[in-house]
Structures are given as structure tokens and as C-alpha cells.
């Protein structure tokens, strides 16, 4: 196995807090929820979420793409397109059979199947679109984006859960190292704001009934919290091994030092308390990107704002880390977009990296006192940050952890 | 009443962006861009919207939308005749 340096040298982001990187990371770093009631939503037991603002899929993925691509796969096309660009690369003139696509996603096009199934019940059979399959299955947005970009290496979809983004990325700095690729474009896409879909998270109780101020609803690390706020969007990184990087004249952003995987083996849904399994992600990622615990400076946690993912995970960094790193959520701004939710994290990570900059949770008016992590609230933090940890937790007991370092 | 082919010629603008001026009797759905998974799909909402089903064999993305718009008309009026 090969120890080759894999660097990230294009991003796109679109999320809640705007549809391109540049207005996604100001309004990320302002620490504004972006959560609102939501018409779509109407009637439901939780009727507040965190979509896209201003998304057409006309003008920022093409013509037809509302017949052909279910949100997830939109959301994703534009991220993918912004993180080409910035990366400087031409798809028209690279070798596509050594360029992959490796996307994670958690629950595929819902939102078609959803409609559809309603057709099929109202009007019967026939009136079912034909189109239907090739939207729903959640493996077609890596297919999109290898027919977009002419890249016809390895292309495949990763799904655990809402550490799919993260298992994504940390497969795809493998397929770098193990000189499969030479380029990936890798990330996460979700769109999961459906009637179904935000339904079955509220009978779970995992989300939040602060139904009457959407915009204090997810308060990750508060002592508070009552539950998440589903989001939606896409994170894409392009990452190339560091030499062929440099040899180009890229810019290069930020280091995939470390990747550790685990799972709890525990529970369906609850993380493991004893949090066993986290915490060995977490020395394994470490080990792997070859830093000890006092190297890290920050840390972009998954905190959903529920009440036993954000007490586990926070055991588990105080545990594995102490209490030095400069602690956030994103999702207090931009919700819980599940399997889009490590990328678009690893996106902010590599962007805090680059700006030396901790954008702040949004809603930590009383930090949890059982919670004893240098949580950055209300203001963003300024800091080198040479060493930051990204990690991410799935329904399913599924682990990443991704350590992203300064070039 | 519109002709079949008006009525054809909107479906393919309503329901699947294709340009208007684009469109001529003679020109296919292959030049507009739509391949066979668009044509099944258009007969989907032909035999919604329009109440006729048209078997998928026997439309082709080579077809011309005159020639739809034919077999659409042939479709209705031998529904129509049968028993």
C-alpha cells in the first residue's frame, strides 16, 4: 500500500447557506441558522428544514435537467462543476480512464420515488414515469457525474448512513494512493427533505419540535438541544495525489492525511455509549495521518444537535483529543443534510484550514456543562490550524473520521 | 380542436423542454435529443394526458414527430372503431 500525500485541489458547496462556496462559507461563518417553517412541509408532526435557497435547477444544472435528475443528483451536478473549475482542471483534455468517482448518499432520489408512488396510487400503473429508476437509484448521481465529466475510472456510490460523505472521501484518497486514479472528484450529495422522509425521522424523535423558532432549532452542544434540523446540499472535493498536484501548479488546499472507519456494532440507530468504536476511528485516523491528539487545533464535529449523538461524540473527542481543540458544528447553520453531511464538513474543514478560521455553532446560548469541548460560539474564531480532525457518525453504527492538515 | 401534432408539439415543450422553434413535422426525436428512455417516457404521458396507449415498440427515437403524431391519430381512431 502506498503512503503517497493526497491533496484537495478544487470545492464546491452547496447548501443551505447558499449555492457556491464563496456564499455558503460567509453565511456558515456569520453562524446564522438558516432553518425556516417550510411550506412544503406543511401539516407534518415537524415542518422546519434547511434547503437550498434560490436553487434552479434550469439555470444552475441545465434545461432538462428537472425531467432527468431527482434534487439529489442537482444539488450535486452544480458542487461538482464549481469544484472542477476551481481546481483549475479541463475535463476535455484529461485522461477520464484515470479520473473516479467515488459520491456518498444515504437515501437516493426520495423525493421522485415519493411522487411517483402517489401517481401509481392516484392514477394507477401506467401514469408511473418511466424515468423513474434512473432518478431514484442513489448510485445514478456518480454516474451523472462521470457522464458529465467524461470520467470513466472507478465510479460507484458509498452509503453509510450520514457518514456517507466522509467514507466517500476517505475511499477515494485510497483509490489515489493505490494508483487507481489520478484525479477523483469525491464528496457527498443528499436531498432529503421529503414529506416521507422528514416524517419518519420525526416519529423516531430525532429531530427538533422547536416548531414555533425554526432558526433556534439546531443548537448542537446547547444544553437545550431536542434534535436535528434535516438540511439538504453537496460538498465535492477534486483530490489528486500531492506530487501530480504540485507538478501542475495546482493550488493545493489541504492534505487527506488520515482516514479511520469503524462501526459501533451496537445499535440500529443509538451510538454505543461506551463509544468504543469512535474512539478508535479517531486514533486510527490520527495514527494514519501519523499526529498525536495535541496536534489537532480543530475539530468539525458531526453534532447534530441531538441529545445522545452530541454528549457520545463530545466524550469521545474529550476522551481521544482533550480539551484543546477549537470545536464546531456546522449544522447549526446550515441542518442536518445526512449523507451529504461529512462532505460538506471535510469542505468547511479544508476552507478552515485555508482561512485559518473556526466558523462559530450556531445557537450555543448555554454550552451543555456535562460537554467540556472548547466549543466556538457566536463569533468565528481566528487560529492556525495546521491539524484538523472532520468526523462523522451514520444510522447504522457506521464511523469516519477524516484528518485534513495544511499543506 | 387542435391537430394531433399541435398537441404533440406541446407536450414536448410543457413537459420536456424542448424549444419550440426547434420543432418541424420532419425533424425526430433523435435531433431533439430525446433517446428511447425519453420516448418511453413521452408515451407514459401520452397515454396519461391523451388516454391512448401506444406499445413501446412501436415508437423510435428515429421517428419523426409527424410520424407520432400519425400513429397517436391511427391509435385513437382504431379504439374508437373496435367493438
Given amino acids: 500500500m502506498s503512503t503517497a500525500s493526497v491533496a484537495v485541489t478544487g470545492l464546491g458547496l452547496v447548501s443551505a447557506a447558499g449555492v457556491g462556496v464563496d456564499d455558503s462559507w460567509r453565511t456558515i461563518c456569520a453562524g446564522v441558522s438558516m432553518a425556516r417553517r417550510d411550506p412544503a412541509l406543511a401539516g407534518l408532526p415537524v415542518d422546519i428544514s434547511c434547503t437550498v435557497p434560490g436553487f434552479s435547477p434550469a439555470t444552475h444544472v441545465g434545461r432538462r435537467s428537472s425531467l432527468i435528475h431527482d434534487r439529489f443528483v442537482q444539488l450535486t451536478i452544480a458542487a461538482a462543476r464549481e469544484a472542477v473549475t476551481s481546481a483549475g482542471l479541463d475535463p476535455r483534455t484529461w485522461d477520464g480512464a484515470r479520473v473516479g468517482v467515488v459520491i456518498g448518499c444515504g437515501l437516493g432520489g426520495v423525493s421522485t420515488w415519493e411522487r411517483q408512488h402517489r401517481r401509481m396510487l392516484e392514477s394507477g400503473p401506467e401514469s408511473v414515469s418511466a424515468l423513474l429508476i434512473p432518478m431514484l437509484v442513489p448510485n445514478m448521481v456518480a454516474g451523472h457525474l462521470g457522464m458529465e465529466f467524461h470520467a470513466t475510472g472507478p465510479n460507484f456510490v458509498t452509503a453509510t448512513a450520514c457518514a456517507s460523505g466522509a467514507t466517500a472521501i476517505g475511499t477515494a484518497r485510497q483509490l489515489l494512493r493505490d494508483d487507481v486514479c489520478d484525479i477523483v472528484l469525491t464528496g457527498g450529495g443528499e436531498a432529503g427533505v421529503s414529506p416521507l422522509i422528514v416524517t419518519g425521522f420525526a416519529q423516531m424523535g430525532a429531530l427538533s419540535k422547536r416548531l414555533d423558532e425554526p432558526a433556534t432549532a439546531s443548537r448542537p452542544f446547547d444544553v437545550d438541544r431536542d434534535g436535528f434540523v434535516i438540511g439538504e446540499g453537496s460538498g465535492i472535493l477534486v483530490m489528486e495525489r500531492e506530487t501530480d498536484a504540485r507538478a501542475r501548479g495546482a493550488q493545493v488546499l489541504a492534505l487527506v492525511a488520515g482516514y479511520g472507519a469503524t462501526a459501533d456494532a451496537h445499535h440500529m440507530t443509538a451510538p454505543d455509549p461506551a463509544g468504543v468504536s469512535v474512539r478508535h476511528a479517531l486514533r486510527t485516523a490520527l495514527a494514519d495521518a501519523g499526529v498525536g491528539p495535541g496536534d489537532v487545533g480543530h475539530v468539525n464535529a458531526h453534532g447534530t444537535s441531538t441529545p445522545l449523538n452530541d454528549a457520545a461524540e463530545a466524550a469521545a473527542l474529550q476522551d481521544v483529543l482533550g480539551p484543546g481543540p477549537a470545536v464546531t458544528s456546522v449544522k447549526g447553520v446550515v441542518g442536518h443534510s445526512l449523507g451529504a453531511a461529512g462532505a460538506i464538513e471535510a469542505v468547511c474543514t479544508v476552507l478552515a484550514i485555508r482561512d485559518g478560521l473556526v466558523p462559530p455553532t450556531a445557537n450555543v446560548t448555554v454550552q451543555d456543562p456535562e460537554i467540556e469541548l472548547d466549543v466556538v460560539a457566536e463569533e468565528p474564531r481566528h487560529q492556525r490550524i495546521d491539524v484538523a480532525v472532520s468526523d462523522s457518525f451514520g444510522f447504522g453504527g457506521q464511523n469516519a473520521v477524516l484528518v485534513l492538515t495544511a499543506p | ?83
Fill in chain 2, 1 to 83: 380542436m387542435a391537430s394531433m401534432y399541435d398537441t404533440l408539439v406541446n407536450l414536448l415543450v410543457d413537459r420536456f423542454e424542448v424549444d419550440r422553434a426547434e420543432i418541424r413535422p420532419g425533424i425526430t426525436f433523435e435531433d431533439l435529443e430525446m433517446d428511447s428512455l425519453f420516448v418511453v417516457e413521452l408515451l407514459v404521458v401520452v397515454q396519461t394526458e391523451l388516454k391512448v396507449k401506444i406499445d413501446e415498440d412501436s415508437a423510435s427515437p428515429r421517428d419523426t414527430i409527424e410520424r407520432a403524431a400519425e400513429m397517436i391519430e391511427a391509435q385513437i381512431a382504431a379504439a374508437s372503431s373496435a367493438p
